[in-house]
């Protein structure tokens, strides 16, 4: 990833419903979300959210998918790969050890799914 590609990425995200929307999408992944579900659950208009998707989509954030008459949006985990990355690419200045702790909280990046209730 080149530099102004990043940048142009980070201000993709540098809206707070661009941002929340994001982080709607990568939690719903990997079945995402319906461009209406997700201005419903954000409290955006439809046109608003609508663009507010095109500008994450042209950025490489998320992609979409016709499925009958609504068209599906998911978070693209692997444009979130490549930029952090490239936020990573020289960590610590050739001393990784001193990054230990970042990596080691990536790692621990699962889902928590709440467990089903077994008193009914």
């Known amino acids: 990833m080149e530099i102004t590609s990043a940048v142009a990425s980070f201000a993709a995200l540098s809206q707070e419903t ?34 507010h998707l095109s500008v994450l989509s042209r950025a490489g954030w998320v992609v979409s998918q016709r499925q009958s008459r609504q068209i599906i949006y998911r978070a693209s985990l692997s444009h979130m790969e490549i930029v952090v990355q490239f936020l ?25 799914k709440p467990e089903a209730d077994s008193s009914s």
């Open 18 to 51: 661009r941002l929340k929307a994001f982080r709607l999408l990568v939690s719903q992944e990997p079945e995402g979300l319906p461009a209406g579900e997700i201005a419903r659950q954000l409290s955006v208009p439809h046109n608003t959210m609508s663009t």
């Open 88 to 112: 990573l690419q020289d960590c610590c200045g050739g001393h990784p050890e001193l990054c230990a702790a970042l990596m080691d909280s990536l790692v621990g990046c699962e889902s928590v």
